[in-house]
């Protein structure tokens, strides 16, 4: 199901798996960059390898539903599983299926859900466009004002947010802005080097050639590659 695999990520070698079913990979550091995403800070855990795929596990061969069961048999938090089942969705492992927070429940998308998200998968996945951009590309066969149209998407788009069916993004409902993790993740990459805590293991920003602190435990990282 699985295949282990090393690649460098600024000059250090970190381990990684493939998911032979969809050909997708993952691993620690990517994990802790995407909870960074969304502000949360966490730490190298010996047993990452461990819990994902055994999340992995629960969902497709036993079919588990109940995010606390799958919790419960991958040895997680209810709140550590459900980032970890965010992360899966945003590395396109678990993509057919959302989280309801709600009833802490992980299902596939009924039938209407699964055609809103066909209408904006490509602009949000692909293109990374704003809801404005969304709705100049929209079909207009009733000639709606374009800002009716952008009305309607962002709806759209905050349903499928609040639903958790999308994934990887920030919703800004004042401004109606959508924030990326792959954007953010690659202009961060041309101004910061993001390296680990030598204390505590947490990924931290640095400036090239500077410093920065960690969130967690407020060691100086600095760089040292120049």
């Known amino acids: 199901m699985f295949k282990k695999a090393v690649k ?7 381990d990684y798996y ?5 050909n997708r990979n993952f691993n620690e550091w990517s994990y802790q960059r995407f909870c ?3 502000d949360e800070t966490i730490l190298p855990d010996k047993l990452f ?5 055994k999340i992995i596990a629960c969902v497709r061969t036993k079919n588990m ?9 991958s040895m997680c938090t209810l709140e550590e599983c459900a980032m970890k089942l965010k ?7 678990l993509d057919n299926l959302y989280i309801d927070r709600v009833n802490q429940v992980i299902k596939k998308c009924s039938e209407e859900d699964s055609k809103i998200l066909e209408k904006y998968y490509n602009m949000l996945y692909i293109h990374h466009y704003q809801v404005k951009e969304m709705a100049m590309r929209m079909p207009n066969l009733y000639n709606k004002p374009l800002e009716t149209i952008e009305n309607e998407v962002f709806e759209d788009i905050k349903y499928l947010y609040n639903k958790c069916i999308i994934n990887g993004i920030k919703l800004d409902e004042e401004h109606r802005l959508i924030i990326y993790y792959t954007v953010e993740k690659h202009a961060k990459a041309n101004i910061y080097l993001t390296l680990n805590c030598p204390n505590c293991g947490a990924l931290v920003d ?5 410093n920065g602190r960690c969130n967690y435990c407020n060691t100086i990282v600095e760089d040292y590659t120049k």
Request: proline letters at 0%; charged letters at 35%.
């Open 206 to 210: 640095v400036s090239y050639g500077g």
């Open 87 to 93: 992360y899966l969705k945003n590395k396109r492992i």
């Open 49 to 53: 390898y461990d819990k994902i795929t």
């Open 65 to 73: 539903e109940s995010i606390q069961e799958i919790a419960d048999n």
């Open 18 to 22: 493939i998911d032979e079913e969809t």
């Open 8 to 14: 460098k990520i600024n000059n250090k070698e970190f």
């Open 36 to 38: 960074g995403f969304y």
